[in-house]
């Protein structure tokens, strides 16, 4: 990782990990959400964190849900432990809405979905 000045140049994902952990949820989610739609299972996996969490974004477990089973179908295992303990979480009804976010966002290969 370098520095110019005060800027950091790290790789999309490095920095966005180094935002969210300053606590500036707000620019992470925007840089997670970013490469999430490119197919990063890490900021998949931290989106699905942020929405289980309530942090920079309302929780939200289906959002939560939608975000940990795409990256577990890509392989993340802890996306996997966490999709399965949301999972139980959720109402039939949330369970229900959550495959039919899931089904919509695929179709559109996640381009506007939060």
Known sequence: MYCWFGTINAAPIDAANIIYNKGDYT???????????QGDTWAQYKLGLMYANGKGVPYDIVKAYLWFNFAAVYGNADA???????????????????????????????????
């Not at 979480?89 to 966002?105: F, G, H, N, Y």
């Open 27 to 37: 620019q992470a989610i925007k840089l997670y959400r970013s490469l999430a739609v």
């Open 80 to 114: 996997t432990k966490n999709r399965n303990i949301v999972a139980k979480k959720m109402t039939p009804q949330q369970a229900v809405e959550a495959q039919k976010i899931i089904r919509d966002c695929a179709a559109k290969k996640l381009k506007g979905c939060n």
